[in-house]
């Protein structure tokens, strides 16, 4: 079946523009996180929603990051007023209900010039 | 504090030759340790899970081992297209759904 997309592949935008990155989970997935990760550096935790509770946003370095999941499916990460340091790869992943594994989409990769 | 640490941060081998990645962690309660492997420009991409000390799994060329203080990514007669980046994840009780997750070990086999 279908895995995780995210859209765009690629973004570059100029520093102090909001960007908007897309996913979609995989279909019956009701786990999705958000992750960053920089050059040579790990995955960083972001932000995850599980169903229709409320999102853990312990990960979310500034609050010019924002989150949103609507209809428990697709999901927006949103950066405002970014910053050169903002410049990473942007990893969506979703999990089945009742299982740990995660499954990752692609990725959107974003250049803060 | 939880914690997952990967050794060695980079290995080179020659086709065929078999090796291991090391894959440590300190948490409380594990819950389920995950490897994946991620290729250059993608995602990860999901191998295996382990819940207990003492279970394995294989899948062609890699199997992966657990232990109460660590986990083994066994990679036998290895090829080229085995070349990427390892990671290693756990799952620690009482931490909701988020995982904690190493630096990776960087693997590339020369043919």
């Known amino acids: 079946g279908a895995g995780v997309s995210q859209s765009p592949s690629n973004k570059v935008t100029e520093k102090g523009k909001d960007v908007e990155l897309r996913c979609d989970p995989i279909s019956g997935h009701t786990a999705l996180y958000w992750y960053r990760q920089s050059l040579g550096q790990g995955l960083e935790f972001l932000i995850y929603?599980?169903?229709?509770?409320?999102?853990?946003k312990s990960g979310l370095p500034s609050d010019r990051f924002s989150a949103e999941r609507t209809g428990g499916s697709v999901s927006t990460l949103t950066i405002q007023r970014t910053q050169q340091e903002d410049s990473a790869v942007y990893l969506c992943a979703s999990s089945h209900p009742g299982a740990y594994e995660q499954y990752f989409g692609p990725g959107t990769r974003l250049t803060v010039t | 504090e939880d914690q997952v640490t990967q050794s060695p941060e980079a290995l080179r081998l020659q086709e065929g030759e078999s090796s291991s990645l090391n894959c440590s962690y300190t948490?409380?309660?594990?819950?389920?340790l995950f490897w994946y492997r991620q290729d250059p420009g993608k995602g990860p991409e999901f191998l295996f899970t382990?819940?207990?000390?003492?279970e394995e799994k294989e899948k062609e060329r890699l199997k992966a081992t657990l232990t109460k203080k660590e986990s083994f990514l066994h990679i036998t007669a290895p090829k080229p297209e085995d070349s990427a980046t390892y990671l290693c994840?756990?799952?620690?009780?009482?931490?909701?759904?988020?995982?904690?997750w190493g630096l990776g070990t960087s693997l590339a086999v020369n043919p």
């Open positions: 382990l819940y207990s000390a003492g």
């Open positions: 994840a756990v799952q620690a009780a009482g931490n909701n759904r988020k995982l904690i």
């Open positions: 929603f599980q169903g229709n509770s409320a999102p853990d």
């Open positions: 948490v409380s309660g594990l819950r389920g």
